[in-house]
Structures are given as C-alpha cells and as structure tokens.
C-alpha cells in the first residue's frame, strides 16, 4: 500500500506562562490571611493527584514551604479516585515519578485507600474522605482546572473534583459516578463538594490552569467559600488556552502514547473530539475524526490502558503491556467499562496502517487526511498528510517546518519516532 506523505507542522499560540511559580504561590497564598485560621503545629493535609500537572513538585514544595512558615506541619496525600491498581503503594508510586518524594518536598507522603464516611447529600448520598486528610486540622485541595472529558458544566474537572474523586478514594469516585447516572453531574459535584467544604476543614484550594504547551499559565489561590465562583472563572480561562488539533476534519489520528498522566480517559477527548460518544463526534463537535490508532501507553501510567476502548486500532505491544486490573478497575470505578476495550491490534505499525486507511471511505490511502500526535497534551509539532497542505498554507497559526516526507519505519516495521 503506498501510505501518505506526512510534513511537519508548528501551531502558534497564544499562550500566557508562569515563570517565578514559588513567588506566584507566596503571592497567592498571603491574600488568604492564612495566618489567623492556621496556628502552630496544625496539621494540613495536601492533595496530589495522578495527572501530570506540570511542575506539580515544585508547585507541592512551594505550597509546604508556605505553611511550614505559618509554623504548621503539612503532608502529602495521594488523590486520584482508584487509579495506581485502588492501592495505597501504587497510588504513592505514582505521585514520586512526578517527583514529589518526601525527600523534594520536605514533608510526608501519607497514603491510604481507607476513606471515612463524613456525611451525606440532600439526595442521601453519602460522601466519603480520605482517612489520613480527614484526621488532619486543614485541608489544601491542589488541582488543575480544565474542561472534563466526559460532562459539560459550569464546574468540571478541578477542585471539585478533586475533592470527590481524588480524596473520595476508589470508594467515593465509585459511589459518585454511579450517582450520577441518577442525578446530574453538576448537581453530585456541588453537593458533594459543599458537604466536603462544610466537614473536611478545607483551608483553601489552588486552581492551576495550564496553556497549549503543556505548560502552567495560571496559579490561583481560592477560598473554600468562592470554589463555585473561582472554578467557573478558571474553567473559562482553560477552555481559551487547551490544546487543539488544527483541523476540523481527520480521516486518521495517530497518537502515539496514552496514559493517566496525560489525561483521566487516557487521550483527551476534549482534543480528539469523543467527548459524548466513544467512537463519533456529534453534530457540532470538532474535530470529527474517522478512526484513531493508538501506538502505545506512556511509562507514567503504569500499565494503565484506560481510554483504549475510544480508538479502532492499536498496536500488539499496547496490548501486552497493559495492565489488565488497573485498567478494569478504573474504568469500572468511573462507570466507563467501554474505555477498556481492546481495539482491533496487529504487530507491527505498517500492519495497522494498512487496515486503517482501508477504512476511511472513499478515499485512496495517500490521499487519505492524516495527522500524528504524541500525545494529546503535546500538540505543538505534529505530522500531517499533504492533504492538509492547501490549508497549511492559508492559515496564520500554522507553519509547515519539514516535508512533506515518506513515512518512515524501522526493521520491525514499527513508525520511527519524530
């Protein structure tokens, strides 16, 4: 089959940075009058979560300083509803590769899946915390603010979220995606998240938003009485700077890597366009693409294949190295057991591409509309077909920087990395 020719594209964007995250977080932090809610030797339980919030340690660490400075004893607790296998070792392990060891931090990494039940929602649902954040004087709820990839609301993934799903362990994440099949998302959210604010002793929380790069664009402190409020501001803000594919038409996505710390279902889907169905955008949702192959599972995710069930076709080494409990066991806490489904899989790329491209339409395979993406958080540079190249050429925020090319594999027919 004679595949596509791909040329390599730059998107521009506007896209604001933080650059002095230590002096941001001070800032932040001394507009709250923490010091005449938090007395000396309080302790203060601080959520990490398993998204691969850039500059998440350091951000952690600068946080920890600011309290340890106010004469409280902070720690560190992993939050991320059932993921890392729903254990307290694989939920601590994936918090250390992104660098918040107790040894960078300063402070101690506290981690357990026991929750206590601290009360229950108008609608009698009951709402569960982290045992070890629930014992402790005050509560920071760190989280990253950004369109959730399944629900649309006023509030969607961030702080309240992370106050559910996060510190509400697999039980709470369980309970609460099963609740929302009865009730609305936002109604759960809201609920349980004032029960949280009015039982957990939640000091403050800190909205980070991030740009199209990948990169922190945005650090807010905000008061447990203005999450509502601060979380619809910030939400807005991180649906003008997310990541983009530039067209609005996709015959073929490629996206080499998928993983928990790129996004909760694995690839965005905010970015590739299956917000509401796992295989088919809907009326006026873009981009609308025809199949996505998957290559592989990044090293941050440990296995954890969830979000594969939203492409066609994989790779056999995704396959293999999947962790198959992991992977169940989240997708059935967030009620999603679609996302774990095995696409149809092959041993080498060239295999896959060449039953692909025969199921786009009518379309001859190297005339067929094709883009590759590392991942859905890198979107920066990417590989385009030369379908798109009238386009490329009349578009400000594009730049055709190489090709276009002939696809390019390796001995085991395996695509080389660009």
Known sequence: MKFPRLMRVRQQFDAPTVEAIPETIRSEMAKLDLGSRVNKGDSVAISVGSRGIANIALITKSVIGELRALGAEPFVVPAMGSHGGGTAEGQRAIIESYGVTEDFIGAPIRATMEVERVGETEDGVPVYFDKFAFAADHVVVVGRVKPHTGFTGEIESGLHKMMLIGLGKQKGAALYHQAIVHYSFDRIVRSVGQTVIDRC??????????????????????????????????????????????????????????????????????????????????????????????????????????????????????????????????????????????????????????????????????????????????????????????????????????????????????????
């Open 201 to 418: 002793a939640v000091l403050f929380g800190l909205g980070i938003v991030e740009n199209q790069y990948d990169r922190t664009a945005l650090i807010r402190a905000v008061e447990p009485a203005n999450f509502i409020e601060g979380e619809k501001e910030l939400l807005i803000l991180a649906r003008r700077w997310m990541p983009t594919l530039p067209f609005e038409r996709i015959d073929l996505l490629i996206v080499d890597a998928i993983g928990k710390n790129i996004s909760g279902s694995g690839m965005d889907t905010n970015v590739i366009g299956r917000k509401y169905n796992d295989h088919r955008a809907i009326e006026k949702e873009f981009p609308k693409v025809t199949r996505i192959f998957v290559r592989g599972l990044t090293e941050e995710t440990h296995g954890n294949a969830c979000g594969i069930g939203l492409a066609e076709f994989t790779h056999e080494r995704l396959v293999s190295s999947t962790d198959r409990e992991a992977t169940y066991i989240n997708c059935l806490t967030g009620n999603h057991p679609s996302a774990a489904q095995i696409p149809v899989h092959y041993s080498s790329d060239r295999e896959v591409l060449e039953v692909a491209l025969r199921t786009v339409g009518l379309i001859e395979p190297e005339d067929a509309r094709v883009v590759r993406i590392h991942d859905t958080l890198d979107v920066e540079e990417i590989l385009v077909s030369e379908a798109y190249e009238p386009e490329i050429g009349s578009r400000d925020n594009l730049s055709a920087v190489e090709g276009p090319a002939e696809m390019e594999f390796d001995d085991q027919g395996d695509l080389l990395s660009f």
